[in-house]
């Protein structure tokens, strides 16, 4: 995906500005000040502490990650962003209230390419079938917004490096495994060992695992200067994780927004 991907998500967004619930946990003023840009792309609800001092409309609740996620359930917000919210207790309300297994990919752009990352929780993506599914569902989620993906996935090393240890030898294997039965399913996947740098064009991107995942994701925000727009959570509501290393939610925002809009024309036949 290129550039254009991400302009048209933001023409979505401020075409439908869609009521979003956002989580503000213990928030500084500068912070909240922050939500102000973000209401460029929607209605904002900001569900916090009792003590949130907001100018906007508030959701004050003791435990506000369960009340972001009942006021996403009762259908009186069109979709949520976890804002900084404790991210253990929020994506543990999410699946007990909907019953899903919590999977997320990141949406980042970096010189002009946005590209989907996953896993990158460091307890995500242990096993080659968590991976595939993380795969297949984020495929299903581009499809979604009208695109036709393509995929890499990473594992340990070169093809060349087989037998130089069991543990790369299993990557490898792994790697392998989850690119063709991607391919069976229909989606165009390719294993590509450890060259992340051959990435460059793919819509969607598979780490060996969620620890290596979540490295690429902090060096590319942190260290590169890359944007990140949050990781929709794949499931039928609208909801997106967002990192807690970041100064505003512009783009958390903006991409739950975005995908109320597509999900509408798509179910309306406009899509």
Known sequence: MDGNFIDSLKRAAKSRRARIGIGIWKADPELVASLESAMEYADLVVVGDPGCDCPLECAPSQEPWNELVRLLAQGRIDGAVRGNLPAGRTMRALADQFQVRVRRLALLEVSGWAFLLGPVGIDEGETASDRLELLLGGAEFLRGMGLVPRGAVLSGGRMEDRGRCERVDRSLLEGELIAAQAREAGLLAEHKGILIESCRGDDIVIAPEGVSGNLIFRTLLLLC??????????????FVDSSRARGGFDGPVMLASSMVAVREKRESGQL
């Open 225 to 238: 200067g890359a944007s990140s727009y949050g990781a929709p959570v794949l499931m039928d509501r609208v």
